[in-house]
């Protein structure tokens, strides 16, 4: 496991951006994925995006494909969540996660997380 730590959270107007930094305390390269999730109050927790680190393969979630981008910085071990046309639905609080095995991303098994940073987007 590896410790991960999120940051770049805040307000923003809807239709603005802001971009969401994961830093994992191991190296990223040799994580099997890593992923963005948020969860609104009340909500249950949503996958956002996907990143396969050595490969730098992605997916996104229907409702934020093309306005969010995850990427993977591989030489700072850091994963980004470059969030644009920001919506209010978007609120919420933002955690990554890390799984180093094949198997257990199979298993939606994410066994690293970070403490979340909250994301709020006023209309």
């Known amino acids: 496991q590896v410790r991960l730590v999120e940051s770049g959270g805040g307000l923003q107007q809807a239709g603005g951006s802001l971009r969401l930094s994961c830093s994992s305390s191991g190296r990223t390269f040799s994580l099997y994925a890593v992923a963005w999730f948020r969860q609104a109050p009340g909500n249950e927790r949503q996958l956002v995006a996907t990143i396969a680190p050595s490969t730098g393969g992605t997916n996104y979630a229907a409702a934020v494909k093309g306005r969010f981008t995850i990427s993977a910085d591989n030489a700072m071990n850091t994963v980004y969540l470059q969030m644009n046309s920001l919506k209010s639905e978007d609120t919420a609080v933002y955690y990554c996660?890390?799984?180093?095995?094949?198997?257990?991303?199979?298993?939606?098994?994410?066994?690293?997380w970070g403490q979340g940073t909250q994301v709020t987007v006023s209309s």
């Open positions: 996660a890390a799984t180093d095995s094949l198997r257990d991303f199979l298993s939606a098994k994410w066994g690293s």
